[in-house]
C-alpha cells in the first residue's frame, strides 16, 4: 500500500485535538507570486509591513568559528547583505516564511537522508520544518493533537517540561515502567505490552486507550538510558498494533558512545580507530524510529541545542505532510519564523566547515564536528564513570551507577536506607550535605511522572558530564559527591 | 489606595483563563545559589544540562553596525565569549533564563522609562519581561487569559493573526467601529461607550462583557490610524468603569510624524527643526495607555522588529507581576528563553552606538537612530501621499487617502460602484488588474475581523511605503496603482 495526502489525512485527522480545530488562520496576504514581467521593470510590493533592509542597523558580520570543539584555530566567516547568496542578511534579518530558509530546509533533509533518519514511505509525503527549539515544538504537537480525551504514554521518569504541556491540554500522562539493565534499557516492553493488551481491565480502565508515546530513545533525559534497536522495533510492533503516534525526541542522539570498557576506562573508539562518518553513521549512531517508519506515525524532534548551541533556539521537525501543515500554521500566528538570525549563524558556520559548498562535503564537515564533539563526551563520561566506580561510596556500595551510551547523564542510585526515613527526605538531606561539600546534581524524584508509581526510582541523583570545564573538575566534583554520601550514609 | 502583590493577585485572578489552570510548571532544578564557600575552591554544577562553552563552534563574532538608516559608515563591535563582560556570548550561546538577560531587561526598562512608558504605580509591581516578538506575546496572553466565556474588543479591521489566536482560545471577538476622520482617528468611543453601555440590550447581548481590549493605538495595521491622547484618555476610563484589560500592542509607536503638510508635501520637522530627543519624547511620541495606568490593567507589547529587524525575534512587555508571573511560566516551557544571540546583537547593537556605556547615553544614542528611522519613514510617507494626491485616480475622485501620522501603512479607499457587483469582487478584480500594472498592495476586506460588520470598510488597499527600494519606486508604485484603478473604474 503506498500512501497519499489525502490517506494521511484521513488516517491522522482522528489524532488531532479539538484545539486545532478552533485554529483557523486568515492569511491576509497573497501567497502566489506575481505573473508580472514587462522588460525593464520590477514588480512592486506594497504589501508585506517589511523594512527595508537599509533600516537594518547591521551591515554586515562575522563570525569566528572553530575547527574542532576546544580547539583555538578559527576560521572567519563573513556574513553581508548580500553574501552568502544563498542565504544573506537582506533575508535573514527580514520577516521570512515560517517553514524556514530553504537552503537550511535543503540541507537538514540532505542531513538527515545521509544519516537514513527518515521514514520509509514516499519522500514528497513528509517534510523537515524549521523551528525554535524542541521543546517549543513539542508544546505545539500537544496543543494540535491532545485535549481532554487523549492519553499520552510517557517514560516514568522524563523531560518534565513535557509533561506540563501535555497536561495543560487537559489530556492524562500514563507512565511507562524503564528498565535501568545495561543489557536491556530504557521502555520496559512486557510492561508496556501488558498495560495495552490488558488496557480496559488495567490501571488506567477509566481512560482513553492512548494516542501518543513521547519517548526520548537515545541517552534520555534524566535517566541516560538509550533503547537497543530490538526495542524499537517492538514498540514500533506495538504502535501499530494499538495505533498509537510516537513522538521522538532525540536531542542527544549524535551524541553516541561506544560501550565503557572497564578494563581500559579511558578506551576511546572515536581515537583509537580513526572512526570515519561511515562508521560513525553504520555502527555507532541508533537506528532512529522514522527510519522505521511506513506509516506516517513517527514524528521526530532534532535540535542544534546539544549540537551547536542552546542560545540559537533552532531545531527542526521531521514529520508527514499532514502534520506538518498543522505545525507550519501553528508557527505562522504564534512564533511567526525561527529565529533569521539564528538560521543564518547555523547555515553560514556549518557552511564554513566544508572546503566546497557541495551538499555531501558540507554535510560531512558537519559529521566530522558533531563526531569530535561525540569523542569529547565519550572521554567526559569515561572519567565520570571511571571516577564514580573507583570511588569511596561505590566501594562501600552506597550507591550504583547506569552506564550511559548516549547523551549528557548519569544516573547514580543512592542505597538509602528506607526505613530510616520517606526516601524522598533523605535524598533532600543528602543534597544539602553535597551543597556542603561543593557540587550539585538533579533530584531524580523531581523528574518522576508519579512519584507513587516510581517509588523504586527516586532514590537517584541525575550528574551531567557536558558542564565541567574539564576532566579535573569531573574528578573533583565525583569526589565530593562520594564523601557527601559517605558522611550522610556511613 | 497603593497597589500590593496581593490586591493585583486578588484583582486579576478574574481574568486568567481556565486553561492557564491547568499549566502546572515542575520545575526540576534547584533556583537558589549554593551557600558553599570554601577559600580557592569553586561549588561544581553537575545539574543542567548545559554544553560547555568550549563545544559551540563560535568563538567570537563581529558586528559592523550603521551609524544611521541608509548610511555606508560602519562601526566595527567586536564580541566574545567573555566580552562585553555585561553580556557575553558565554552566556547568550547557553541555556539561559526565561525573562531574558538581566543587562538588556535594566536597559528596556530604563529606556521606556525615560519615555514615560511606564504604569503610575509602584515601579516594584510591574516588569520587562523580554520574549521573541509580540506576535508569540500576545499568542501567549490569550493562551494566559481567555477561554470560552471571555470576550475580547477589537478595532474592526486589525492584525488578523491576533484574531485566529484570540478565537484558538475560544474566546469570542467584538468589533469596535473606526473612525477615519482626520480630526477623530481610530476607535470610535461614541460607538465603544454606548456598546459598553447597554451591552444587555445590545448586538451581543449573549456574549459576557468583554474583560479585553486588544488595540494598536498608533499607526494602526492596516488603518495607519492613530488615536488622540484625549481619544485614550475616554478609553482608559471606560476600561476603569467597565473593568476591562488594555492590550497595548505598539510595534509602530515610535516611527511617529508630524503631520502632512499639504502646502510643503516634503517638509519634514525631524530635518526641518533640527529635533532634540527631548522634543521627539515631549511633542512627537504619543501618550501611551501603559502611562495612564494606575491600576496595573494595561499589558504594553514592544518589539525591536520595526525599529531594529524582524529577523531578531526580540520584543518586550511590560506588565503588572501578576500577569508577569503568568507570561514567564509559560515562556519556561515553551520557547524557554528569547533567542540568545538575539539578545545578544540588539544588546551589543545599541551599546556600540553610544560613546560611553553610561546607560543615559546609550539611551540617547538609540533615540537618535529611532528619530533617524522615523526620519526616513516622514520622507517616505511624504512621497507617498503627495503622489497618491498628485495622481489621475485621485484628481479624478476614484479614491480617497487617510493620511497617517505614524507607522507604515497608508489605507487607499477606491470608489468603487457598489451597484456594479460585491464590493469584495470588484477589489478581486481590482488587484489582478494591479498585478498586469506591475504592483501589489494588501486587501482591506481580509483584515476585517467581521464583514458584514465592516461592510463599508471593505474597499480599501493597504499599502506601505517602508519596503520600497527609494522615492523613486514608491512615485511610480502609485503612477502603477493609480493606473489601474482608472483603468478599472473609469
Ligand atoms: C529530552 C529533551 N527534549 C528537549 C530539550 C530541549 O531542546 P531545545 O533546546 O531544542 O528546546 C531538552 C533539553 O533540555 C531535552 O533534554
Ligand atoms: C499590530 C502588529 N502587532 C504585532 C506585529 C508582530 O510583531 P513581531 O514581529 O514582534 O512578532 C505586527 C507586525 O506585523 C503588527 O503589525
Same mark, same amino acid.
Given at each position: 500500500m503506498t500512501l497519499t495526502n489525502q490517506e494521511l489525512r484521513d488516517r491522522f485527522a482522528?489524532?488531532?485535538?479539538r484545539r486545532d480545530a478552533d485554529r483557523h488562520i486568515n492569511?491576509?496576504?497573497?501567497?502566489q507570486p506575481s505573473a508580472f514581467s514587462e522588460p525593464g521593470k520590477q514588480f512592486i510590493e506594497l504589501s508585506g509591513g517589511m523594512p527595508h533592509?537599509?533600516?537594518?542597523?547591521?551591515?554586515s558580520m562575522s563570525v569566528n568559528i572553530l575547527?574542532?570543539?576546544?580547539?583555538?584555530d578559527t576560521i572567519n566567516v563573513p556574513i553581508t547583505?548580500?553574501?552568502?547568496?544563498?542565504?544573506?542578511l537582506k533575508h535573514t534579518l527580514q520577516y521570512a516564511l515560517s517553514e524556514g530558509f530553504q537552503p537550511l530546509i535543503d540541507f537538514v533533509r540532505a542531513f538527515v537522508t545521509r544519516l537514513g533518519?527518515?521514514?520509509?514511505?514516499?519522500?514528497?509525503l513528509w517534510q523537515c520544518l524549521i523551528a525554535n527549539g524542541s521543546c517549543d515544538s513539542l508544546f505545539k504537537i500537544f496543543q494540535t493533537c491532545t485535549d481532554e480525551r487523549s492519553v499520552v504514554l510517557v517514560?516514568?521518569?522524563?523531560?518534565?517540561p513535557v509533561i506540563s504541556n501535555i497536561l495543560a491540554t487537559g489530556a492524562k500522562v500514563v507512565p511507562l515502567k524503564l528498565s535501568m539493565r545495561d543489557d536491556d534499557q530504557g521502555i520496559d516492553t512486557t510492561y508496556m505490552e501488558d498495560l495495552l493488551a490488558n488496557w480496559e481491565t488495567g490501571?488506567?480502565?477509566?481512560?482513553?486507550?492512548?494516542?501518543f508515546l513521547y519517548t526520548i &530513545? *537515545? +541517552?534520555?533525559? &534524566? *535517566? +541516560?538510558l538509550t533503547q537497543s534497536v530490538d526495542k524499537r522495533r517492538k514498540i514500533y510492533a506495538l504502535a501499530q498494533k494499538y495505533d498509537f503516534v510516537i513522538l521522538e525526541d532525540d536531542?542527544?542522539?549524535?551524541?553516541k558512545f561506544p560501550k565503557f570498557n572497564h578494563?581500559?576506562?579511558?578506551?576511546?573508539p572515536y581515537i583509537s580507530t580513526e572512526m570515519t562518518t561511515e562508521q560513525y553513521a553504520r555502527d555507532v549512531l541508533m537506528t532512529s524510529y522514522i527510519s522505521m517508519d511506513?506509516?506516517?506515525r513517527v514524528i521526530r524532534f532534532e535540535t542544534?541545542?546539544?549540537?551547536?548551541?542552546?542560545?540559537?533556539?533552532l531545531s527542526f521537525v521531521i514529520l508527514n505532510n499532514f502534520f506538518y501543515e498543522k505545525l507550519l500554521k501553528f508557527q505562522e500566528i504564534?512564533?511567526?519564523?525561527?529565529?533569521g538570525i539564528s538560521q543564518q549563524i547555523v547555515y553560514s558556520t556549518i557552511h564554513a566547515m566544508?572546503?566546497?559548498?557541495?551538499t555531501d562535503d558540507v554535510i560531512e564537515a558537519w559529521l566530522h564536528w558533531i563526531m569530535k564533539l561525540a569523542c569529547s563526551y565519550t572521554d567526559r563520561r569515561n572519567v565520570m564513570l571511571d571516577a564514580l566506580y573507583n570511588s569511596e561510596a561505590y566501594k562501600r556500595g552506597l550507591y550504583s551507577v547506569v552506564e550511559p551510551s548516549a547523551g549528557m547523564f548519569i544516573i547514580v542510585n543512592v542505597n538509602v536506607d528506607?526505613?530510616?526515613?520517606?526516601v524522598i527526605q533523605q535524598m533532600d538531606e543528602l543534597i544539602r550535605v553535597m551543597d556542603k561539600h561543593g557540587v550539585r546534581a538533579i533530584?531524580?524524584?523531581?523528574?518522576?511522572?508519579?512519584r507513587e508509581f516510581s517509588k523504586d526510582h527516586l532514590n537517584f541523583f541525575r550528574l551531567t558530564?557536558?558542564?565541567?570545564?574539564?576532566h579535573e573538575q569531573l574528578r573533583e566534583a565525583v569526589t565530593r559527591l562520594s564523601d557527601s554520601v559517605v558522611e550522610y550514609l556511613a
Amino acid at each position: 500500500m503506498t500512501l497519499t495526502n489525502q490517506e494521511l489525512r484521513d488516517r491522522f485527522a482522528p489524532f488531532i485535538s479539538r484545539r486545532d480545530a478552533d485554529r483557523h488562520i486568515n492569511i491576509f496576504w497573497e501567497t502566489q507570486p506575481s505573473a508580472f514581467s514587462e522588460p525593464g521593470k520590477q514588480f512592486i510590493e506594497l504589501s508585506g509591513g517589511m523594512p527595508h533592509t537599509s533600516f537594518f542597523p547591521i551591515e554586515s558580520m562575522s563570525v569566528n568559528i572553530l575547527t574542532a570543539p576546544g580547539s583555538t584555530d578559527t576560521i572567519n566567516v563573513p556574513i553581508t547583505h548580500e553574501t552568502p547568496s544563498s542565504l544573506a542578511l537582506k533575508h535573514t534579518l527580514q520577516y521570512a516564511l515560517s517553514e524556514g530558509f530553504q537552503p537550511l530546509i535543503d540541507f537538514v533533509r540532505a542531513f538527515v537522508t545521509r544519516l537514513g533518519n527518515v521514514p520509509q514511505y514516499d519522500p514528497s509525503l513528509w517534510q523537515c520544518l524549521i523551528a525554535n527549539g524542541s521543546c517549543d515544538s513539542l508544546f505545539k504537537i500537544f496543543q494540535t493533537c491532545t485535549d481532554e480525551r487523549s492519553v499520552v504514554l510517557v517514560e516514568e521518569l522524563t523531560f518534565v517540561p513535557v509533561i506540563s504541556n501535555i497536561l495543560a491540554t487537559g489530556a492524562k500522562v500514563v507512565p511507562l515502567k524503564l528498565s535501568m539493565r545495561d543489557d536491556d534499557q530504557g521502555i520496559d516492553t512486557t510492561y508496556m505490552e501488558d498495560l495495552l493488551a490488558n488496557w480496559e481491565t488495567g490501571p488506567y480502565a477509566a481512560y482513553d486507550r492512548p494516542k501518543f508515546l513521547y519517548t526520548i &530513545p *537515545t +541517552g534520555q533525559n &534524566p *535517566t +541516560g538510558l538509550t533503547q537497543s534497536v530490538d526495542k524499537r522495533r517492538k514498540i514500533y510492533a506495538l504502535a501499530q498494533k494499538y495505533d498509537f503516534v510516537i513522538l521522538e525526541d532525540d536531542p542527544y542522539g549524535y551524541l553516541k558512545f561506544p560501550k565503557f570498557n572497564h578494563e581500559k576506562p579511558m578506551e576511546n573508539p572515536y581515537i583509537s580507530t580513526e572512526m570515519t562518518t561511515e562508521q560513525y553513521a553504520r555502527d555507532v549512531l541508533m537506528t532512529s524510529y522514522i527510519s522505521m517508519d511506513t506509516d506516517g506515525r513517527v514524528i521526530r524532534f532534532e535540535t542544534f541545542s546539544k549540537i551547536f548551541a542552546p542560545g540559537m533556539r533552532l531545531s527542526f521537525v521531521i514529520l508527514n505532510n499532514f502534520f506538518y501543515e498543522k505545525l507550519l500554521k501553528f508557527q505562522e500566528i504564534t512564533t511567526r519564523q525561527p529565529t533569521g538570525i539564528s538560521q543564518q549563524i547555523v547555515y553560514s558556520t556549518i557552511h564554513a566547515m566544508a572546503p566546497t559548498k557541495n551538499t555531501d562535503d558540507v554535510i560531512e564537515a558537519w559529521l566530522h564536528w558533531i563526531m569530535k564533539l561525540a569523542c569529547s563526551y565519550t572521554d567526559r563520561r569515561n572519567v565520570m564513570l571511571d571516577a564514580l566506580y573507583n570511588s569511596e561510596a561505590y566501594k562501600r556500595g552506597l550507591y550504583s551507577v547506569v552506564e550511559p551510551s548516549a547523551g549528557m547523564f548519569i544516573i547514580v542510585n543512592v542505597n538509602v536506607d528506607e526505613k530510616r526515613a520517606p526516601v524522598i527526605q533523605q535524598m533532600d538531606e543528602l543534597i544539602r550535605v553535597m551543597d556542603k561539600h561543593g557540587v550539585r546534581a538533579i533530584l531524580g524524584y523531581k523528574m518522576a511522572v508519579d512519584r507513587e508509581f516510581s517509588k523504586d526510582h527516586l532514590n537517584f541523583f541525575r550528574l551531567t558530564y557536558a558542564y565541567a570545564d574539564n576532566h579535573e573538575q569531573l574528578r573533583e566534583a565525583v569526589t565530593r559527591l562520594s564523601d557527601s554520601v559517605v558522611e550522610y550514609l556511613a
